[in-house]
């Protein structure tokens, strides 16, 4: 049971980035799927979110309208399309698998969540 992030890098402000998340040993039809970023120094926080069946979203205030959540189950990946990125965005990344009864004020609970990936490094700057 394993799941993959990828797809950071290094990108100027206002650039963008579009991060995966790839299960692998089982399907991740059944979970919420978190993406999580921590900074150097900090907590991590949770970035956004995407229910099971895709029908529900949710974003923190401060990437909302920039960051985009999506997920392709019969590829068994979820993604996040990062736009006009901001130095504050600089984090390493994580996604994360749960199976949990979906609402908007719990999705940023770390505790709620099974399996995480190990994390990609998002690097904004110029």
């Known amino acids: 049971v394993q799941l993959q992030a990828s797809g950071g890098g290094l990108v100027q402000p206002g650039g963008s980035l579009r991060l995966s998340c790839a299960a692998s040993?089982?399907?991740?039809?059944?979970?919420?799927i978190g993406w999580f970023r921590q900074a150097l120094g900090k907590e991590r926080e949770g970035v956004s979110c995407?229910?099971?069946?895709?029908?529900?979203?949710h974003y923190a205030d401060s990437v909302k309208g920039r960051f985009s959540v999506s997920r392709d189950n019969a590829k068994n990946t979820v993604y996040l399309q990062m736009n006009s990125l901001k130095p504050e965005d600089t984090a390493v990344y994580y996604c994360?698998?749960?199976?949990?009864?979906?609402?908007?004020?719990?999705?940023?609970?770390?505790?709620?969540?099974?399996?995480w990936g190990q994390g990609t490094q998002v690097t904004v700057s110029s």
């Open positions: 994360a698998a749960g199976r949990f009864y979906y609402s908007d004020y719990v999705v940023r609970e770390v505790g709620l969540y099974d399996y």
């Open positions: 040993g089982f399907t991740l039809d059944y979970y919420n």
């Open positions: 995407i229910s099971s069946n895709g029908g529900n979203t």
